[in-house]
């Protein structure tokens, strides 16, 4: 095979990957492995053109948006977000996680682009049982407390920003890393300094010039059929419950674009991102970033001690750091992949990793939530069997 793929390997990855299905597992998933221009799609329980909601996997797609506007001078990576985000200048800050939210001490600096690209803008998910700190208790309140994405749930852009605007910073500018926020922060950034809709901007400069004519942060009437039901296991129960139907959040345009986990996509259209990425910022004769921009976005931004307090749990960055809206791999582990690749998953089941050293591509989009940061065993078999598939 021309992508030094083995036939009998990626049969042995379609057996394991059935198994889940039909252990019931996992109701349906698409997986694929491209390497050197072969691309392997595998649909089981599902269909090649099934819609999934990809939740995290949309945070490298608004990076990419971000450095668009970089690259053409809209923006600048180490300039205070103030002029464009004015509801986050003059921020206070905690003293500590459990303070009161008046017990506070002035930010040493405004919060930058960059910030916002490598989650140390000083707000983001808690790694605590819902109420534990005071902080908590207000998102709650706010409506901005950490869950499943949940477009139905978000008020517009300039309402987030506002309420947003009314709670302390957890940590000063460029502490620490913490998930999430920064990617809807992110993507009300790129809507405002380009001075179009979120989704607008990305379909214009990302989605049609990729050819990803199905991504987007609803689906359309006409392709309703295609989106698959997505589930979550109950914290409570530990059963497997239903989270969204087709006709749900996403069959409509959604208030707030979440550009932390608001897409919705297909193994194709994302297929065309990852070789994008992959070939650092081009896809065949269509350039989206410039060579150097994609290059800074692959690169770890995070300091030791950042790893060692990233917010996701101890170890979480043991063999890995962190981009512009990619985990990047810094040390080979139990997925056998190569230093640099780079990527993220979604936590309602889909994952996409790049890696450049073995210029290859893997996807896999499930129906069935995660429970926890770590990964799933149908990820973790998914990718060790994509790279045992390796033959030259």
Known sequence: MSGGLSAAKLA????????????????????????????????????????????SMTKPVTAAAAMILVEEGRARLDEPVDAVLPELAHRSVLKSLESSLDDTVPANRPITLRDLLTFRLGFGLVMAMPGTYPIQKAMDELGLAPGPPAPARMPDPDEYLRRLGTLPLIHQPGERWMYNTGSDVLGVFVARASGRPLEEFMRERIFEPLGMKDTGFHVPPGDVRRLLPSYETSWQTGRVELYDPPDGQWSRPPAFASGAGGLVSTAADFLAFGEMMLNLGRRGSTRILSRPAVETMITDHLTPAQKAVSGLGPDFFANTGWGFGVEVTTRRFDTWASVGRF?????????????????????????????????????????NLAYGAIDD
């Open 12 to 55: 042995l990855l379609h057996d394991v990957m059935a198994g889940y299905v039909e252990r019931g597992d996992i109701p349906g998933l698409v997986t694929v492995v491209a390497r050197r221009g072969e691309a392997h799609v595998d649909a089981i329980g599902a269909e090649p053109d099934s819609l999934f909601r990809i939740a």
């Open 343 to 383: 990527g993220w998953s979604g936590g309602l089941g889909t994952s996409w990793y790049t890696d450049p050293a073995e210029a290859m591509v893997t996807i896999i989009l499930t129906q069935q939530g995660m429970t926890s940061p770590d990964p799933p065993n149908v990820f973790r078999d998914f990718w």
